[in-house]
């Protein structure tokens, strides 16, 4: 069981814009500003999409977007695209002894 | 261009052991934190272990402590993961990260398989 809670799926038609949450507790996703998403096509490695909770590295369209409220931190992409179908990860800096933890994952299917 | 390339999984009965290494290029090695994480058919992602980028200061995830060492050699470009006394719950693709400042991970290898079993 991972550590911070991911539905196992979500969908969207392309143009449409879908959130993905991320839950956890406060003593990771709402104790530190340090949630990052990643993506993760199948047989692929994952990719780096936001950081910093809200942070976006350079090349990642700004259709990607993320947000923290609480416990609970928010990926939320607009404007779907089929190539945004893949898995999404959700990562908590969690304190410096147990550092980092992950959600088990989303499945984003464009329809 | 980043490039983080894994190598040195296989096929293990358990309580054996194996070594990964990741060979890193595009970027000056010695002055990243590394990682590794790991990630399970058909199952999401773990962190498994840190190191800094001088390699004095190491982290385990709870469910290798004891039984995995993590080690660089920044002359050499090179991340290493000693795994001993290996489990059927080792079994796993093994990631190589890159750090961006400590809090998460942004360059990703393509992972080395690991599977553990008679």
């Known amino acids: 069981q991972s550590a911070l809670t991911q539905p196992r799926s979500v969908s969207g038609s392309p143009g449409q814009s879908v959130t993905i949450s991320c839950t956890g507790t406060s003593s990771d996703v709402g104790g530190y500003n340090y949630v990052s998403w990643y993506q993760q096509h199948p047989g692929k490695a994952p990719k780096l999409m936001i950081y910093d909770v809200s942070k976006r590295p350079s090349g990642v369209p700004d259709r990607f977007s993320g947000s923290k409220s609480g416990n609970t931190a928010s990926l939320t992409i607009s404007g779907l695209q089929a190539e945004d179908e893949a898995d999404y990860y959700c990562?908590?800096?969690?304190?410096?002894?147990?550092?980092?933890?992950f959600g088990g994952g989303t499945k984003l299917t464009v329809l | 261009e980043v490039q983080l390339v894994e190598s040195g999984g296989g096929l293990v009965q358990p309580g054996g052991s194996l070594r990964l290494s990741c060979a890193a290029s595009g970027f000056t090695f010695s002055s990243y934190e590394m990682n590794w994480v790991r990630q399970a058919p058909g199952k999401g992602l773990e962190w498994v272990s840190y190191?800094?980028?001088?390699?004095?200061?190491?982290y385990y995830a709870d469910s290798v402590k004891g039984r995995f060492t993590i080690s660089r050699d920044n002359a050499k470009n090179s991340l290493y993961l000693q795994m001993n006394s290996l489990r059927a719950e080792d079994t796993a693709v093994y990631y190589c990260?890159?750090?961006?400042?400590?809090?998460?991970?942004?360059?990703w290898g393509q992972g080395t398989l690991v599977t553990v079993s008679s």
């Open positions: 990260g890159r750090s961006g400042s400590y809090y998460y991970f942004d360059y």
């Open positions: 990562c908590s800096y969690a304190g410096s002894y147990t550092l980092w933890v």
């Open positions: 190191i800094s980028s001088s390699g004095s200061t190491i």
